[in-house]
């Protein structure tokens, strides 16, 4: 277990804010574009983006078995696949190479110019190129608040539900890393009352709090994997706005899905925070009652002690928390979403991504979409310039974070911030 | 137009057998492994395959602005990026290499020698690194028998069908070519009158008789293909049998979709047949009623007139056909159906595939599932064994052709054939 990287009283030569999400117990891996326009990939240290081709190439890796270009590539998906045995000692180095006691890269001011950049000086990049992304429907919260919405309060749970981690195909090609802006959608709907549907921009534009997982080669066509081994073909994590145009999707989704409601964009943070690093912040997941199927069955604290929030910004003003949930609310967990999704045989790939569903806790306030904080708009929220929003509007930026606090330390995603730009029209 | 290498008297000096799919007006592309052990793209004429990245080499295709790499790939997804006009100057140079009037080639026996392997010397790949996999349900014949059985006969079609083309998110790792074997899937399903569901092989794993459409990069995310463009984005054809368990697909799909009855595998034909050979070949689609939105208004035929044939092969058994239907068929068009997933901003990119949905007929003998042809087992389908089906049982190879004829000229897809082995043992 790597219990000195995360070590609460480690300490970085890079001075870091207490409020900041990336002290030296986090070292989460992303690609950015540095100062020079060349691609790297990278890890973050406080407020310094972390040139990992560079250290590399300086020797700082020599021992550990890794490819000359392994970080020198505009995705993660190669070191993925190298495996959670060289995940850990890569990571376990960057841990020694920052530590305050190490003077090694510390005192040499010409490796720390070539190998150190601010976040200013660089423009994050999607981490890794998504084969394959699938989105769950995982929190209890969530589906019982939609059931309740659109089916009956009483029967709010599909039968399927508690036997099975609800899941769907999304789509790949529209998953964008945080800062991208997107264009709200056109799409077909049908008014209240008609017979017939209309075309135009959709009116219901949503977020969903989610977050996401990524995985690594994990099995060969045929072959499941086992859920007692799950977690170790589970790269990290990122925090996920999985949009979401709730007209389109009503007319559109029955009977195979959500389809064109869903993939005009995706949004995630650009910094996948790695299964180590969340270590210290396990906790137990939901009761699962009635009791799963033995393949989905799993012994120990297979959650995490996630906060997560929203913020909505409207154009020219000050943002509004609008949501504060936890990713421990979640009922089925990430290693039973990745047993179940192999249990048929279906092959899983390095920088596959895989979604929880919109994470809604118990109370009104912790729930994670606007369908659910407005009620389907019955109730407006209110925002601090004093408008209030049914859904996202134009030009609103909807910004997600996630955060864990533990023994003073804090670790975090930073954020996934998107803006929402007016439909395009249609000639 | 590209009539010349369409013309039907047009002959090669490679000698096609009169019911070869692959005479000189077909020119399809694909992916090989060769006696050597290296991977090419290639295209076939007759029972010979083409190595491309030899003829490229030896200078056949001077003068068409291709890179030196762009056949020596694994995959045609960077030739497919090149677009339309490059696609055609290649089909065009190659039914003039290979034309009965030109020597060249015909003449050159250390050229052949390179160039020229017999199908039983090459392995068929995978034509395309498929980023994204959209399945449609285009078939109304399809759509209306499933609704039939599974809902109210009086309103067999859901309310969104005639205005939608329907489609939802498939998945891309699990796709295959020809020859590959299938593990018959495990999974959940919920017995008759029980209310807890069971872990085990599914036992109604069942073919789907479709094709697919490979596609170009077509746009930028956020702009939609308007549909008198949708046509120049889409490279070719191949038949596609999209394998499902039912009973998997009955018990999870509500209400997103069907996942893992899905994802376990799905078959494609290895050439690519490119909408260039298929122009002959088309035909008007059926009379859409009501008139579809403005956005899905086409003009001019946008079908094609392609036979297909489902055949069922016990273990050592002959093939039995069981289905006989046609591509012409299909409701909505590709056109339709691509202009549609962009309408929202939806980004395609080269070597995505799109699936047509099961093809069914109006006859019985026209049903492109087991579902249907046996009528959820209620009709069981004879065997030229005398054995009888009313799902694919194991060990059994089932079979997907796709061929047109006109004007005495054939030209088809081969075949996707793939054999249903029983399932893995979970431990």
């Not at 991208?180 to 709090?209: C, I, M, W, Y």
């Not at 270590?279 to 012994?299: D, F, G, H, I």
């Not at 920088?351 to 708009?377: A, H, N």
């Amino acid at each position: 277990m790597p219990i000195k990287t995360n070590d609460p009283s480690k300490k970085s030569w890079i001075s870091v804010d207490s409020n900041s999400d990336f002290p030296i117990q986090n070292i989460p891996f992303g690609v950015f574009l540095t100062r020079d326009d060349i691609i790297t990939i990278g890890t973050r240290i406080g407020n310094y983006a972390i040139d990992l081709g560079a250290l590399h190439q300086l020797g700082y890796f020599d021992g550990i078995p890794l490819t000359d270009d392994i970080f020198l590539q505009d995705s993660l998906n190669d070191f993925i696949s190298d495996g959670k045995k060289t995940w850990r000692l890569v990571r376990n180095r960057i841990s020694e190479i920052f530590d305050i006691n190490n003077s090694a890269l510390q005192n040499n001011e010409e490796h720390k110019k070539i190998v150190l950049f601010t976040m200013e000086e660089v423009e994050m990049q999607l981490p890794v190129l998504i084969g394959d992304y699938t989105d769950f429907y995982s929190s209890k919260e969530h589906a019982t608040n939609v059931g309740t919405m659109f089916r009956d309060p009483a029967n709010a749970l599909m039968p399927n539900w508690l036997h099975i981690p609800v899941g769907y195909h999304g789509r790949s090609s529209t998953i964008i890393p945080s800062g991208t802006p997107v264009h709200r959608p056109n799409g077909q709907t049908l008014p209240k009352g008609a017979e017939t549907p209309v075309f135009g921009p959709s009116r219901l534009v949503d977020f969903e709090l989610e977050t996401a997982f990524i995985t690594t080669d994990a099995n060969v066509l045929g072959e499941p994997i086992p859920i007692e081994e799950a977690e170790d073909y589970i790269f990290g994590m990122v925090v996920f706005n999985d949009w979401s145009a709730r007209d389109i999707q009503k007319w559109e989704y029955v009977p195979l899905g959500p389809f064109l409601a869903k993939n005009f964009a995706s949004s995630i943070s650009p910094w996948i925070v790695t299964l180590d690093a969340l270590e210290p912040y396990r906790t137990e997941s939901p009761v699962q009652e009635p009791t799963p199927l033995p393949y989905l069955q799993q012994k120990g604290s297979k959650s995490f002690d996630i906060n997560l929030e929203v913020d909505i910004t409207p154009e020219n003003g000050e943002p509004t928390t609008v949501s504060k949930s936890n990713f421990k609310y979640m009922y089925w967990t990430m290693a039973q979403q990745l047993t179940h999704h192999t249990i048929n045989g279906c092959k899983v790939n390095s920088g596959d991504m895989m979604g929880s569903g919109t994470i809604s806790g118990p109370t009104p306030d912790s729930y994670g979409s606007m369908l659910e904080l407005s009620w389907q708009g019955t109730k407006p929220v209110p925002l601090a310039n004093g408008e209030t929003r049914k859904f996202i509007e134009d030009n609103d930026t909807v910004t997600l974070r996630g955060f864990c606090i533990k023994d003073g330390v804090r670790i975090g995603f930073g954020e996934v911030s998107t803006k929402l730009l007016p439909a395009v029209t249609i000639k």
